[in-house]
């Protein structure tokens, strides 16, 4: 089965920074593209971040542009998301998504 496991959230004051990382097994290799969501409390996941399978594009929404950075590891089927500048607004369930498979998320709370 697919299994995608996030890893890195936690707590940070405003202004820190975290970077979330996303391990990907269980799948046959092809050209998969891999994405981040979050789902702050009260409201609908939203859309993040993209990166193709190589790494060489990259697409993210406009609240996250500037200050989030989405990479892929070199090794394994990974993915991560590098979090600076980090505002009470971002406070939300993390997920990586990779096709139609999800992983369980990882709670960021940005709190001083």
């Known amino acids: 089965q697919v299994q995608l496991v996030e890893s890195g959230g936690g707590l940070v004051q405003p202004g820190g920074s975290l970077r979330l990382s996303c391990v990907a097994s269980g799948f046959s290799s092809g050209n998969y593209g891999m994405s981040w969501y979050r789902q702050p409390p009260g409201k609908e996941r939203e859309f993040l971040a993209f990166i193709s399978s190589g790494g060489e594009s990259t697409n993210y929404a406009d609240s996250v542009k500037d200050r989030f950075t989405i990479s892929r590891g070199n090794v394994k089927n990974t993915v991560y998301l590098q979090m600076n500048s980090l505002k009470p607004e971002d406070t939300a369930v993390y997920y990586c998504?990779?096709?139609?498979?999800w992983g369980q998320g990882t709670q960021v709370t940005v709190s001083s």
């Open positions: 998504r990779l096709s139609a498979y």
